[in-house]
């Protein structure tokens, strides 16, 4: 049976079309951008020697080709394919006449407690290794690593703009969209945390999102490397600048 994915844990739906793949070749195709006659070829043109696995993308936003494609998929496809969409909606027309033929997966994401994650990022920058190992133990019980990254990325953004702007929380939370809680924690941080420290923070939460992405190391050892590298850079004594002499 064809697959529907929808959902925000992207790993997951990556993991559910490699297994569907079964190590045939895939060819991803772009609905948003497709030209039409090349997306209609792809689905229903077959090859002798046989067809690669077609993962289609956000077909949902074409809404110029849904009609035809609802009549197509009703009689099934004669390429194996599999479909990748944000959301779905169960009231749409695709859905009901879809449905009989077609299993729809929801790959969901867990809700993050923001506040254990934020017990996480303030244990690495002060270095309490018990407490952070504590706290990763819990997070990762009830987490997804991918969604735990993108917080942390989220509070670092928090915590440059309190080291950056000499605003008070309340007002700084209102400028940035956001709970003052989300920055009273990060105040303690000015005067700690210079400039050079934060972009190397910055640049090693980035580093980590992209190998979260890209490489296949157990997520969890990445993020507890990114945590300790914290640590050990705001530990680091910051370098001044020797005075030049003529």
């Not at 925000?8 to 609905?31: F, H, K, P, S, T």
């Not at 229903?44 to 993962?55: K, N, R």
């Not at 993050?112 to 996480?120: I, N, P, S, Y």
């Not at 923070?201 to 490397?225: H, I, M, N, P």
Request: aromatic residues 8%; contains cysteine.
């Amino acid at each position: 049976m064809t697959q529907w994915f929808y959902g925000d844990d992207r790993r997951a739906i990556e993991r559910a079309i490699e297994r569907l793949a079964a190590g045939q070749e895939r060819l991803v195709v772009d609905a948003e951008t497709v030209a039409p006659a090349d997306f209609w070829a792809h689905l229903t043109v077959g090859s002798l020697f046989g067809s690669p696995f077609l993962v289609v993308k956000d077909l949902l936003r074409r809404t110029d080709l849904l009609e035809n494609f609802i009549q197509l998929a009703a009689d099934g496809f004669s390429v194996p394919v599999a479909f990748w969409d944000e959301k779905v909606d169960k009231r749409s027309k695709l859905y009901k006449v879809l449905a009989p033929r077609v299993k729809f997966v929801e790959c969901k994401l867990p809700a993050l407690d923001e506040k254990a994650v934020f017990r996480l990022l303030e244990a690495a920058l002060e270095g309490r290794v018990a407490t952070l190992e504590q706290d990763l133990r819990v997070v990762a019980q009830n987490s997804a690593p991918v969604a735990v990254s993108a917080l942390i990325s989220s509070q670092l953004f928090n915590l440059i703009a309190v080291l950056s702007v000499r605003s008070t929380p309340d007002k700084l939370a209102k400028e940035l969209g956001v709970h003052p809680f989300a920055l009273q924690g990060l105040v303690k941080y000015r005067g700690r945390i210079t400039r050079p420290k934060w972009e190397e923070l910055l640049a090693v939460a980035c580093e980590t999102d992209r190998l979260l992405k890209t490489v296949g190391v157990d997520s969890w050892l990445l993020l507890r490397q990114m945590f300790y590298r914290f640590g050990a850079i705001v530990a680091a004594e910051d370098v001044v600048p020797k005075a030049q002499t003529l």
